[in-house]
């Protein structure tokens, strides 16, 4: 057990550097979003970001000086003065900001050697480096989870191999190896400290880092946001409503948000024109009637569907439940269901996700869940443990490659990343 997070951390490397190789590029979709965060502060060094929505994104524009970008702002809308309204998050950008840096550095400084390597901030060194911090940022998560289970059950084998588990076996395997430049990484890391933090009360000081990592989560995604009431309620739950607590609360928060209010104050005139909040009032005055269980069982997109054992630890806490065995499980399953209701209306489970990919916040849940199974079942047979964590493993593995080689490269008919990686792998193997 000694060396399995560097063993897990070189394995996800690993996948991220295949798909590198075969697709050119790691910045694509709503990742360049992300991403465009990190051009425009530390190249551009402004808050304007209408050319990183005008740039090509392919090996041959991210690494050369073609002189020749998008004539009109791709993936965001444009403001009445016709610059790009970059809705994106900041909390990505925020925590891989230290790994462009490096990137940047390093490239200056090989070039003093004759390097010739590109210092616009799109090159190969600049999304590797961007997608290894994402990794780095996975694994911790992992980290945290384990020791979130070890709270639960007190085993130190189960811990891990149930968070171990939860890596392989479910979506996170694919946004923390495969797809990593999105917020879905930040989503979990933030989530496991939160969670750390929050179990493991040890005075005043505690909250301070609760507010930030609550804040960070904010700026990472919105509806990420409702954290806030989980420690809340338990503030007032343990009598513990002091001017101390909630003022060291509310600065880390407020200290946390603050890379997206000045985003928000720079791009969007009025905040109230924010693309999330003008995309809710269109939804509900449109009366667009949401799909209640869509994001849990969509055949494609779906939570469930695309995961099953998150559907059979979902079972097992209906159990428990009905034995009046759940009761540590509240505030994960509380921030679970407020993440369902928010999913639901919003409806970002339709695009070309894998596996629910906005659930990755609620992951300790499932962890949780996961370690009091297999702490129970390890009590008959360890190696009956190993059989069934193989199980799901395999499964995930197989549904993942289904997803990228078959469902989202026909999803909407549309020629993205993944049918492009499909070509690539065809033409090679031919």
């Known amino acids: 057990m000694k060396y399995i997070y560097l063993c897990l951390f070189l394995f996800a490397v690993l996948i991220f550097l295949i798909h590198y190789a075969i697709s050119g590029q790691a910045v694509y979709g709503d990742g360049i979003g992300y991403y ?22 392919d090996h041959e524009h991210n690494n050369f000086d073609t002189g ?32 462009y840096l490096l990137a940047h550095l390093i490239s200056m400084a090989l070039n003093l050697f004759g390097a010739n390597l590109t210092t616009n901030g799109y090159g190969d060194w ?47 395997l694919y946004y923390g190896s495969f797809d990593v430049i999105n917020s879905h990484f ?33 700026i990472t995604r919105i509806q990420d946001s409702v954290i806030v009431i989980l ?13 101390k607590v909630v003022s060291k609360f509310l600065i880390g928060f407020l200290f946390g948000i603050m890379p997206l209010a000045i985003h928000w104050s720079m791009v969007f005139d009025n905040p109230l024109r924010q693309t999330y909040i003008r995309g809710l009032f269109e939804t509900f005055q449109a009366r667009q009637v949401p799909s209640i269980l869509g994001s849990l069982f969509n055949p494609v997109t779906g939570l469930f569907t695309r995961i099953p054992l998150l559907a059979v630890l979902y079972i097992f806490f209906l ?10 499980l509240l505030y994960p399953f509380s921030f679970l269901v407020m993440q369902f209701c928010i999913i639901t209306v919003q409806g970002g489970w339709v695009a070309a996700a894998y596996g629910g990919r906005m659930y990755l916040s609620s992951m300790v849940f499932f962890g949780l869940l996961l370690g009091k199974l297999l702490l129970r079942i390890s009590v008959k047979s360890l190696a009956r443990v190993y059989l069934i964590v193989s199980l799901f493993i395999v499964i995930n593995f197989i549904s993942i490659s289904l997803f990228i080689l078959r469902d989202k490269g026909a999803e909407g008919g549309e020629h993205g990343t993944e049918q492009r990686t499909l070509q690539r792998i065809q033409k090679f193997l031919n």
């Open 36 to 57: 465009s965060h990190l051009h425009s502060w530390i190249i551009d060094r402004d808050w304007d970001y209408t050319n990183e929505y005008k740039h090509i994104y």
């Open 68 to 99: 020749v970008e998008s004539p009109v702002v791709q993936i965001v809308s444009t403001s009445e003065s016709g610059k790009a309204e970059n809705f994106y998050g900041t909390g990505v950008a925020v925590l891989l900001l230290p790994f």
């Open 126 to 172: 600049y999304q590797i480096f961007s997608g290894l911090g994402a990794i780095f940022y996975t694994v911790c998560g992992i980290y945290f989870l384990e020791k979130i289970i070890y709270f639960e059950t007190r085993n130190s084998r189960i811990s891990v191999v149930s968070a171990m588990t939860i890596f392989l076996s479910t979506n996170l």
């Open 186 to 218: 930040a989503s979990f890391f933030l989530a496991t400290v939160f969670f750390y933090l929050f179990f493991n009360d040890k005075g005043s000081n505690n909250h301070l880092l609760l507010g930030l990592m609550a804040g960070l989560m904010t």
């Open 231 to 243: 420690w809340v309620t338990e503030i007032l739950r343990s009598h513990n409503l002091k001017l």
């Open 319 to 328: 159990y428990l439940v009905v034995k009046k065995e759940a009761k540590n």
